[in-house]
């Protein structure tokens, strides 16, 4: 009983494991480590004008920081958080943009 019972739970969890093809994407399952995607590349002029655009917004974002500390009312804080999220969200991309220009150097 006990050899049939510990068989099951095994068959159980390798179930379980059974990973969706869903959640792996199919670039995982065809990668070639041999063979490395493209290297991200931009021209020296693009990278000063994504640079200097982030530098703007890492700025925008350190005033509202400032901004809702020094704010004592609740409801002007949130709505410096709404702006402060905005900023993040067009920050975020660029942020992502440089990381992979900066990985391919």
């Given at each position: ?66 901004r809702i ?37």
């Amino acid at each position: 009983m006990r050899v049939a019972a510990s068989c099951a739970a095994l068959a159980l969890v390798a179930g379980c494991s059974v990973v969706p093809p869903s959640v792996v994407p199919a670039s995982a399952w065809t990668f070639d480590p041999t063979a490395p995607p493209p290297k991200v590349a931009l021209p020296p002029s693009g990278l000063a004008e994504l640079t200097d655009r982030m530098a703007q917004l890492q700025l925008e974002r350190n005033e509202l920081r400032a901004r809702i500390a020094a704010q004592p009312d609740v409801w002007q804080r949130q709505a410096l958080y709404a702006q402060l999220h905005a900023v993040g969200s067009r920050l975020s991309p660029l942020e992502r943009r440089l990381g992979a220009v900066a990985g391919a150097r």
